[in-house]
Structure formats: structure tokens, C-alpha cells
């Protein structure tokens, strides 16, 4: 069966929709070799844009080597540092003799321990690295910079979860260390983005901080929803089904026009539809996406306390002066000081947003549900 909606994986070709500006942005940023930060709420499809802005200049130009890497699982500087010689070789390598090649001109006397193994795929290459000394560290960083002037190419490094560091012990002298590095190199740019909004928004927005004003910052808004209409209704017509532009439009107002939601509701719905979607099958479709998350979300709430739980009720229903007497007794917020430390906890969880005095849940189906469980409205 083909499915016309994607979701929970990079969004390709077919499946992807709008971010055209940004995707023109983005391709600009990498022929002129912008650094770039990227930053938006989590799964509004920063991957699937890098993705989609690699495709489209590697289509165009040769003289661009792109290396991907997403550093989630690493804890430590020194994994980190292991992962970037690792993905560096692999990215700039088409098969196995090239990576030989390329590790032993451009890391074999940095690296104390290289292996390289070829299993019986012949697509399937593996490096593995050991890197424990600070020097051989730091060198590691230049690597980008020496492929880019040995083959005489511009190189384009894309770092997933970038955040990350922000996790490790003396996170700002690696800071330190990574900046004073890359902005040296004149013929790479480094696209860093992550899922954690606030953390990319510390490590990138904040005037002390090693990155701040490494270079462009792409801040990615929502897709409109009649961007969303056409794309509903071009996929349902595209597998021989149908829905209405403001069916369509209606869909995708349930999930505030969030790009992962959209996708997922869309596809909930386009699987109960047999030939024409129904205003009746949206809803049966959102209530199922609602219950497949509602054990996720119980858990989530188990884990805040209990002031915290209420004051995302409060949010959810629309609550704005949140000092006010009436609200902080009937949201049991306790004294108005409380403000202030309950939105930092939840926004160091990415659970909302904060711009000026307007307070947003990140998650619109988190929001959805607060209300159906818990809602004082």
C-alpha cells in the first residue's frame, strides 16, 4: 500500500511540502558557505530540510562535499570528536578503496587506534577511531578544512542535535574549543540544528556564549495552512481519494498546522477514508491519535510535579495573567514568585514556549489532551 503521508523519519521528495523560502535560504547559505543555525520547536522538520536543500544543490553543483552526522548518543567530548572523524571520512568516501585512501592521507598519524572493516556488502563500510589525546582532538576539528583545500572543493558540515553539547562537563570551554576552529576555516560552513529549542536558543542566542553570532540564524516558522490544504488535497487525489480544501484546512487547524502532527493526522485520516473523507472520519482519526499517545503522555505528567501539571492546564486554557489571585487559587500555583520558576523548569523540558508575555505548549496534541483530561475550563 501506498502511503501518501510520512511522518517520524526524513520527509523526501512527494512527502515534503512548502518550505520554499527556506529551502532557497538554506541552499544559499551552503554555496556561500554561511554557518547556520537552525532553530524551531522540535519535529517541525529541520532534518527533512537540510535533507531537502542537500539534494537539491548536490544536483547542481560537484564541488560540494556535504558530511552528515547526528551526535544524540554522544556523552562526552571524546565521543563526539570520535563520531566527526568518523562520519568526516566516511561522507567524503564513495566505497571502500576511497576510504582507505582518505584515512590514511588526512588521519592515520592523528588517530592512536583506526580500524576499518569492509563487511561482505560492499556498501557497507565502517570506521571505527579511538581518540583520547587533547592535541589529536583538536586537530580532528581541522579535518573539513584540510579535505576542503587537499581536493581542492568547498565541504559542508550538517550536525543533527547539536544541543548536545550543552550536555557535557566544561561545556563551554569545548565551545571554545569548537568555535575557535571552525570560524578559522574559509573553505567549509557548519549547519548545526537540534531538537531542544531552548538549549540551541542558549547556545547560539546568548551574548556570553561561545557561538553567539557564529553566523546566520534560520528561526523555521510553521507551514500556513493553505500550504497544508493544497498538499492534503493534491496527496488524498494523488491515491485516488478525495477531500475538500476546507476539510483539509480543517484537518490541519486541529494540530495548529504542526508539521509532524499534520502529516500523522492526515495519514490517520487518509487510512479510515474509503473514497471521500468525511468531517466525521478527521475527528474519529484525531481521537485515535489522542489515545495511541495518551499512555506517553501520562507517563510525561507522572514525572512533573504537581504545580507544574497545573500550570500547563492554566496554559491550555488560555490563561494569560498568571500572577493574578483568582488564577494562582484556582490553578493551586501557590504566590505569584512561583511564575517564573515553573515556565523555566517547563521550558528547560521544551514543554513551551515563551515570547514576551505570550506562553504557548509546544506540543499541540499534548495540549489537546491537558484539556480533554485535565482542563478547569
Same mark, same amino acid.
Given at each position: 500500500?501506498?502511503?501518501?503521508?510520512?511522518?517520524?523519519?526524513?520527509?523526501?521528495?512527494?512527502?515534503?511540502?512548502?518550505?520554499?523560502?527556506?529551502? &532557497?535560504?538554506?541552499?544559499?547559505?551552503?554555496?556561500?558557505?554561511?554557518?547556520?543555525?537552525? $532553530?524551531? *520547536?522540535?519535529?517541525?522538520?529541520?532534518?527533512?530540510?537540510?535533507?531537502?536543500?542537500?539534494?537539491?544543490?548536490?544536483?547542481?553543483?560537484?564541488?560540494?562535499?556535504?558530511?552528515?552526522?547526528?551526535?544524540?548518543?554522544?556523552?562526552?567530548?571524546?565521543?563526539?570528536?570520535?563520531?566527526?572523524?568518523?562520519?568526516?571520512?566516511?561522507?567524503?568516501?564513495?566505497?571502500?578503496?576511497?576510504?582507505?585512501?582518505?584515512?590514511?592521507?588526512?588521519?592515520?598519524?592523528?588517530?592512536?587506534? %583506526?580500524? $576499518?572493516?569492509?563487511?561482505?556488502?560492499?556498501?557497507?563500510?565502517?570506521?571505527?577511531? !579511538?581518540?583520547?589525546?587533547?592535541?589529536?582532538?583538536? !586537530?580532528? %576539528?581541522?579535518?573539513?578544512?584540510?579535505?576542503?583545500?587537499?581536493?581542492?572543493?568547498?565541504?559542508?558540515?550538517?550536525?543533527?542535535?547539536?544541543?548536545?553539547?550543552?550536555?557535557?562537563?566544561?561545556?563551554?570551554? +569545548?565551545?571554545?574549543?569548537?568555535?575557535?576552529?571552525?570560524?578559522?576555516?574559509?573553505?567549509?560552513?557548519?549547519?548545526?540544528?537540534?531538537?531542544?529549542?531552548?538549549?540551541?536558543?542558549?547556545? +547560539?542566542?546568548?551574548?556570553?556564549?561561545?557561538?553567539?553570532?557564529?553566523?546566520?540564524?534560520? =528561526?523555521? *516558522?510553521?507551514?500556513?495552512?493553505?500550504?497544508?490544504?493544497? +498538499?492534503?488535497?493534491?496527496?488524498?487525489?494523488?491515491?485516488?481519494?478525495?477531500?475538500?480544501?476546507?476539510?483539509?484546512?480543517?484537518?490541519?487547524?486541529?494540530?495548529?498546522?504542526? *508539521?509532524?502532527?499534520?502529516?500523522?493526522?492526515?495519514?490517520?485520516? #487518509?487510512?479510515?477514508?474509503? !473514497?471521500?473523507?468525511?468531517?466525521? $472520519?478527521?475527528?474519529? &482519526?484525531?481521537?485515535?491519535?489522542?489515545?495511541? %499517545?495518551?499512555?506517553?503522555?501520562?507517563?510525561?505528567?507522572?514525572?512533573?510535579?504537581?504545580?507544574?501539571?497545573? =500550570?500547563?492546564?492554566?496554559?491550555?486554557?488560555?490563561?494569560?495573567? =498568571?500572577?493574578?489571585?483568582?488564577?494562582?487559587?484556582?490553578?493551586? %500555583?501557590?504566590?505569584?514568585?512561583?511564575?517564573?520558576? /515553573?515556565?523555566?523548569?517547563?521550558?528547560?523540558?521544551?514543554?513551551? !514556549?515563551?515570547?514576551?508575555?505570550?506562553?504557548?505548549?509546544?506540543?499541540?496534541? /499534548?495540549?489537546? #489532551?491537558? $484539556?480533554?483530561?485535565?482542563?478547569?475550563?
Amino acid at each position: 500500500m501506498n502511503i501518501p503521508f510520512a511522518y517520524g523519519k526524513i520527509v523526501e521528495d512527494i512527502d515534503f511540502t512548502d518550505r520554499t523560502d527556506e529551502t &532557497a535560504h538554506l541552499m544559499s547559505n551552503f554555496l556561500s558557505l554561511t554557518n547556520t543555525a537552525i $532553530i524551531s *520547536p522540535r519535529r517541525w522538520g529541520k532534518s527533512s530540510l537540510v535533507a531537502k536543500a542537500i539534494k537539491a544543490v548536490k544536483a547542481e553543483q560537484k564541488d560540494i562535499l556535504f558530511v552528515r552526522m547526528n551526535i544524540f548518543k554522544c556523552e562526552t567530548p571524546q565521543e563526539f570528536y570520535s563520531l566527526f572523524a568518523k562520519k568526516t571520512m566516511e561522507e567524503i568516501s564513495t566505497s571502500t578503496e576511497s576510504l582507505l585512501s582518505n584515512a590514511k592521507e588526512f588521519i592515520s598519524k592523528l588517530l592512536p587506534k %583506526l580500524t $576499518i572493516s569492509d563487511p561482505s556488502s560492499q556498501y557497507e563500510i565502517a570506521l571505527g577511531v !579511538d581518540v583520547k589525546s587533547t592535541p589529536i582532538e583538536e !586537530d580532528i %576539528l581541522d579535518l573539513p578544512q584540510q579535505i576542503a583545500t587537499k581536493k581542492k572543493k568547498k565541504v559542508v558540515v550538517c550536525i543533527d542535535e547539536f544541543q548536545q553539547i550543552g550536555e557535557y562537563a566544561n561545556t563551554l570551554k +569545548f565551545q571554545k574549543t569548537l568555535r575557535s576552529h571552525w570560524q578559522t576555516h574559509s573553505d567549509v560552513a557548519y549547519i548545526l540544528y537540534g531538537s531542544k529549542k531552548h538549549m540551541m536558543l542558549h547556545i +547560539f542566542g546568548e551574548y556570553n556564549s561561545p557561538f553567539y553570532r557564529f553566523g546566520d540564524m534560520m =528561526f523555521l *516558522p510553521k507551514i500556513t495552512n493553505e500550504e497544508w490544504k493544497k +498538499f492534503i488535497v493534491g496527496r488524498f487525489r494523488d491515491t485516488g481519494k478525495s477531500i475538500t480544501p476546507d476539510l483539509a484546512g480543517h484537518l490541519a487547524e486541529q494540530v495548529e498546522n504542526h *508539521p509532524y502532527y499534520v502529516q500523522q493526522l492526515a495519514q490517520y485520516t #487518509w487510512l479510515r477514508t474509503s !473514497d471521500t473523507c468525511s468531517e466525521n $472520519i478527521v475527528d474519529e &482519526a484525531l481521537q485515535a491519535m489522542l489515545n495511541s %499517545l495518551n499512555l506517553q503522555f501520562v507517563n510525561l505528567m507522572d514525572m512533573l510535579t504537581e504545580k507544574q501539571r497545573s =500550570f500547563l492546564c492554566a496554559v491550555s486554557d488560555g490563561v494569560k495573567n =498568571f500572577s493574578a489571585s483568582d488564577t494562582l487559587q484556582r490553578y493551586n %500555583l501557590g504566590t505569584s514568585g512561583n511564575i517564573r520558576i /515553573l515556565k523555566d523548569a517547563l521550558k528547560k523540558r521544551d514543554l513551551i !514556549d515563551v515570547t514576551g508575555k505570550e506562553i504557548q505548549i509546544q506540543d499541540p496534541i /499534548l495540549k489537546r #489532551w491537558i $484539556i480533554q483530561e485535565y482542563s478547569k475550563m
